[in-house]
């Protein structure tokens, strides 16, 4: 498409979002990270190139990805004024929906540098300058930082003011590349110095690095280490020390000491000591796992000893814990183990009627679980206050027991202050990511209650399945197992049979536009039998691309 039909298309935009022709009105953003990655990379460029144009009437702006003015530099005192005038000014945004063509919003809606001169302009007021826009983009991700924008009056406008913005912008990612260099180095410097000095285990964190010496690998086993990375991702962007404890799957409260690393003002990332501060609890201390639950870890027979204890007892028990972790498998397995000939009834908080099946169950002699406790209303609340001060105050032969589940965090915060005093326990259900060494037990399990138990996954498989962090936890990993199951229903299930989302192990959440870049690489790899050549040309991205979306979306071909 030519530059013209660009500003026709442009001009087209700008007036579905009702830009006022005469009197734009750009909008004003107040909070800007004045020390962002692209900011610290531009102000010396800019710098540079406004003291080589110094007798140029032109100015140097730079703005943030959704076009708000970050930084100007250079132009004689009648230009500022002039873009003062225009509001072209730092915390003003110059997206063509804010004041419609011009050099900066229209290089972000056609995703590339153009050059606007005077009278292509969509509204009036902008017409008495030329403005030439070139995207910053992250020399390594491909990210959009940005946009250097090179303006003048209209009478001075030159096709090389284009060029301009083009030179500006690579120097700018030439300064990102070399402040990213820089950053890596004294984070790697400082790993090893505490790796020779400290004698024990440690980690180094940043926004895409991390790095566990070889002593924490042999000190801590695969569920330990999942729960130390896990930890440590509280610390990604800290600028001050700072002491934490975790409390490992395998019994042993971990304390993990954080000191950042600098490069001037920028945040390399920052160095973990860890110190076990106790022995791990032994195994025989918690018995074997509960019939019919999946899992041998230490972490996971500790709280179904906790669970079978409080059934034991009568002793009414919060279940807390993230979506799918298996709180109410563990109640429904520690029940059938220790109160077999109770009957357990299971109510959920969203259901209208709950407190009146409750009540029934409860005077019908039954235990009882309610699930979702969080969601509980506070007329609900008022309800199951009275019902349970009642239970509790009747002498009866063996008193019911109670359960809830509820989501940490979340929900109705009247839950805790109405409802805990009845409950003397509360035991937390790890997330599937800090006991993973139960990973190969539960898909085994899972997939034998799904009827395909000629079905087995191969160990590189397997590997990758442990690697992911399962957001959804048990629920989620029986999801995956579940689509498996509709592709194959025997034999060995290889990398090639995992589903897309599976064969990827990216460190942060993921767009919805990438997530179909991420699957479309995935499918193409294994199309061409993971020829990274023929994947990016059916994909029409060149090969220096396709290897930076592999890195970045962390896919295993």
């Known amino acids: 498409m030519e530059t013209r039909s660009y500003i026709h298309v442009s001009w087209q935009r700008s007036k579905e979002s009702l830009v006022d022709i005469d009197h734009p009105d750009p909008t004003f953003v107040d909070a800007i990270d004045r020390d962002s990655l692209l900011l610290r990379a531009a102000r010396p460029v800019l710098s540079s190139l406004a003291a080589e144009l110094a007798n140029e009437p032109v100015c140097l702006i730079l703005t943030d990805s959704h076009g708000v003015v970050l930084l100007r530099s250079g132009g004689d005192n009648a230009l500022i004024g002039a873009l003062d005038a225009v509001r072209l000014a730092p915390g003003f945004r110059y997206s063509e929906s804010d004041v419609g063509t011009n050099g900066i919003g229209t290089a972000l809606e056609i995703g590339g540098p153009i050059l606007i001169n005077g009278h292509e302009h969509y509204t009036g007021n902008l017409r008495r300058f030329s403005c030439a826009g070139a995207l910053v983009t992250h020399p390594v991700s491909g990210a959009l930082l940005g946009v250097i924008d090179i303006t003048t009056k209209a009478e001075n406008t030159n096709p090389l003011l284009l060029s301009f913005a083009k030179l500006a912008a690579r120097r ?151 979506e799918g972790a298996g709180k109410l498998a563990l109640i429904v397995a520690a029940h059938d183990s220790v109160a077999r000939d109770h009957r357990l009834a299971i109510a959920d908080a969203s259901a209208d009627d709950l407190v009146e099946q409750v009540t029934a169950d409860l005077e019908g002699g039954a235990d009882i679980v309610i699930r979702h406790a969080h969601l509980l209303s506070n007329e609900q609340l008022d309800d199951l206050v009275e019902l349970f001060q009642r239970v509790q105050d009747s002498s009866v032969a063996r008193d019911p027991w109670v359960a809830l589940t509820t989501y940490p965090d979340d929900g109705n915060p009247e839950v805790g202050a109405h409802l805990l005093h009845f409950f003397p326990r509360t035991v937390s259900v790890p997330p599937l990511r800090h006991h993973v060494e139960d990973l190969p037990a539960l898909v085994r399990s899972l997939l034998n209650r799904a009827g395909a138990t000629d079905l087995v996954l191969s160990k590189p498989a397997l590997n990758q399945l442990m690697r992911l962090p399962w957001p959804g936890n048990v629920s989620h990993l029986r999801q995956t197992l579940h689509a498996i199951c509709r592709t194959r229903r025997s034999g060995i299930v290889d990398m090639a049979d995992l589903p897309a989302e599976c064969r990827a192990t990216s460190r942060r959440s993921l767009t919805r536009l990438e997530t179909l870049e991420r699957d479309a690489i995935i499918e193409a790899l294994k199309v061409h039998g993971g020829d990274k050549a023929a994947a990016s040309e059916s994909l029409g991205m060149s090969r220096a691309t396709i290897y930076r979306r592999i890195r970045e979306y962390g896919i295993v071909n």
């Open 172 to 322: 700018i990612q030439e300064r990102i590349l070399e402040e990213a260099n820089e950053l890596d180095a004294a984070l790697l410097g400082g790993y090893y110095s505490a790796c020779r000095h400290s004698g024990g285990p440690v980690i180094a964190v940043g926004k895409e690095v991390f790095m566990m010496n070889s002593i924490a690998q042999q000190h801590f086993d695969a569920g330990d280490q999942a729960a130390l990375l896990d930890q440590t991702r509280e610390t990604i962007g800290r600028i001050d020390p700072c002491t934490l404890l975790a409390d490992l799957p395998s019994g042993v409260v971990a304390r993990l000491t954080y000191q950042p690393t600098f490069v001037g003002e920028a945040l390399a990332g920052g160095i973990i000591r860890v110190k076990p501060q106790g022995a791990p609890r032994t195994s025989e201390t918690h018995g074997p796992a509960l019939p019919g639950l999946a899992g041998t870890s230490a972490a996971w027979r500790r709280i179904s000893h906790e669970v079978s204890t409080a059934v034991s007892r009568t002793e009414w028990v919060l279940l807390q814990g993230e």
